[in-house]
């Protein structure tokens, strides 16, 4: 049974930094590629970040492009989000998501397995 599980969501102040974890069991993790998404209050998930399977290739939304980094380690079966300049838009609930691909994939209903999310809070 795959599970991928988040932390580190919480409430922080305009500009501040985040780090999100995500956790993977069930799957061997080195063949996916994983993403991170985000959903605000009345708006539809919207896609972060991406990170190949081996780690050398990402991508991101222009929205937080130079903002969040994203990492893994296949060593431990994570992947992470460093959210940097943290604003009040980035306040949303943030998936981790995993993927069956060679290359990295920004389309959610390409992914395979989704976390349950965790909540990104930040005030003005």
């Known amino acids: 049974q795959v599970q991928l599980v988040e932390s580190g969501g919480g409430l922080v102040q305009d500009g501040g930094s985040l780090r999100l974890s995500c956790a993977a069991s069930?799957?061997?993790?080195?063949?996916?590629?994983m993403g991170w998404f985000r959903q605000a209050p009345g708006k539809e998930r919207e896609f972060v970040a991406a990170?190949?399977?081996?780690?050398?290739?990402?991508t991101y939304a222009d929205s937080v492009k130079g903002r969040f980094t994203i990492s893994r380690d296949n060593a431990k079966n994570t992947v992470a989000l460093q959210m940097n300049s943290l604003k009040p838009e980035d306040t949303a609930v943030y998936y981790c998501?995993?993927?069956?691909?060679?290359?990295?994939?920004?389309?959610?209903?390409?992914?395979?397995?989704w976390g349950q999310g965790t909540q990104v809070t930040v005030s003005s």
């Open positions: 069930g799957l061997t993790f080195s063949n996916y590629a």
């Open positions: 990170v190949s399977r081996t780690g050398r290739s990402t």
């Open positions: 998501a995993a993927v069956m691909s060679i290359g990295i994939v920004s389309r959610a209903d390409r992914y395979d397995y």
